[in-house]
């Protein structure tokens, strides 16, 4: 039986790829049309460096470091309702133009590797999601 495939192999693979997060970036701007208004301003070299910082973190949860969960519950309490309220179906937009982006840049593409990214990119949206429900100070409250 081959190795179950990694997605930080995958993330790997991408990085080597020119222009991994504009093509990413690209295809997440034209996949809702209320996408576009939310990077209005945007300093697009920091915002890439905040999603290479969550993409790590995101990567490091399924390992069980509280800090990477602890970073990521963050990024959620700030795309929450509280913060730049980022409803649902944008979260779903993310994870199908990520997809598309890694299945487009990884050389290694499988259905095992796509299967392992979407597992670790769900678990990672639900930490996030659930954080947002509690708010900036951790509130716990609910929807």
Do not use: K
């Not at 993330?11 to 990413?24: I, T």
């Not at 980022?86 to 133009?97: G, N, Q």
Request: charged fraction near 25%; proline fraction near 8%; include cysteine.
């Amino acid at each position: 039986m081959p190795p179950i495939p990694e997605p930080g192999d995958s993330y790997f693979r991408c990085l080597r790829v020119p222009a991994f997060f504009e093509r990413f970036y690209a295809r997440f701007l034209a996949s809702d049309p209320d996408v576009p208004r939310r990077f209005v301003g945007i300093e697009w070299r920091e915002q890439t460096q905040l999603l290479r910082r969550g993409l790590a973190m995101l990567l490091l949860v399924p390992t069980g470091n509280g800090a990477a969960r602890a970073a990521l519950e963050d990024v959620g309490r700030r795309h929450g309702p509280a913060g730049l309220d980022v409803p649902d179906r944008l979260y779903d937009c993310w994870v199908a133009s990520f997809l598309a982006t890694v299945r487009e840049c990884d050389a290694h593409w499988s259905d095992a590797v796509e299967d392992a990214w979407r597992r670790t990119l769900q678990d990672g949206v639900a930490v996030m999601q659930a954080a947002a429900l509690t708010g900036p100070g951790g509130s716990g409250r609910t929807r």
